[in-house]
């Protein structure tokens, strides 16, 4: 049975907004869709053609019952560190509502591989329940925000890359099109077939150094490799959670698991998804995606 009637939590964040329109542009199948809002985040209500936008106290649990009722299932976009806690209460809610499925918000790479537990885990991992029904997407890397030089590391624009290490660990990603169409198919799918099951989808895998070279190709210029070791990296995520700096070693722990051939972001099993025929979007080489990504910030 298709998942029709869905509640999104989260409306910020490099992939709230995406996933949303995507969903919301969908017509086969059409979504019936409830956005919600924090009820205290001090904007007011947006409006967002073809959806039902509900501010909601996500620490009033019968009201969250209430406004979830009904819903087939539930896809949490809440960013960052805070969505460990308010996962936990849509889950909560959505237990006593009856709806069907949980998409908890883990669209990164693999936090349950054994290299990556100790550094994506604060907070606690998915409640281990035989009675709870979700499915988790595990993209691994947001590729074409990386080549874009939204997380650092890559600066296209300062003609400049720091490598973790060698460089010459494979990791594999998506690009936000991409997990749009995936989380559409996979909404699609036999439910069977995902329940409670931790998906990889992956469109193009790459090494640092891979990237580096295309850079120099596709603008025509050699490109400053700096040079910065894993155990740097872990040194400042430990000094960023004694500060109470929970996003920075989030991004931190992120950068080492992707980046440092450990595996946990190397999601080779993700190329093979199709979603049972139900993808709708072609993968792209690592070129063009490059290609992309440089012409949206006009370096060519």
């Not at 989808?201 to 400053?224: H, S």
Request: some cysteine.
């Amino acid at each position: 049975m298709v998942f029709t009637k869905l509640i999104i939590a989260g409306t910020t964040g490099y992939l709230a907004g995406h996933a949303s329109r995507a969903i919301l542009a969908s017509t086969k199948p059409k979504f019936d869709v409830t956005i919600l809002t924090r009820v205290d985040s001090g904007k007011a209500v947006a409006f967002i053609p073809g959806a039902r936008v509900v501010p909601v106290d996500y620490n009033d649990h019968n009201g969250l019952v209430k406004t979830v009722a009904g819903a087939d299932a539930i896809l949490s976009f809440i960013p960052g560190p805070s969505s460990k806690s308010i996962d936990r209460l849509l889950l909560k809610a959505a237990q006593e509502a009856g709806v069907r499925r949980i998409f908890p918000s883990e669209y990164t790479l693999d936090i349950l591989h054994p290299a990556a537990v100790s550094l994506l885990t604060e907070g606690g991992i998915w409640p281990d329940d035989p009675q709870l029904f979700f499915t988790t997407l595990v993209p691994s890397a947001f590729m074409v925000s990386w080549l874009e030089g939204d997380f650092g590391l890559f600066e296209p624009k300062n003609r400049k890359i720091t490598v973790l290490d060698s460089g010459d660990h494979y990791f594999a990603g998506c690009s936000l099109p991409f997990i749009g169409a995936a989380i559409i198919a996979v909404l699609q799918m036999d439910e069977e077939k995902t329940k409670n099951k931790r998906i990889s989808i992956t469109k193009v895998r790459a090494t640092m150094n891979q990237i580096v070279d295309i850079y120099e190709e596709l603008l025509g210029t050699k490109f400053q490799r700096a040079q910065i070791t894993s155990q740097e990296f872990l040194n400042k995520r430990n000094a960023d959670l004694a500060a109470g700096n929970a996003f920075a070693a989030l991004l931190d722990g992120i950068i080492v698991g992707e980046f440092n051939g450990c595996g946990a972001g190397d999601l080779v099993d993700g190329l093979a998804f199709d979603g049972d025929g139900l993808l709708n979007i072609k993968r792209k080489t690592l070129k063009e995606l490059t290609t992309e990504a440089l012409k949206k910030i006009g370096t060519i």
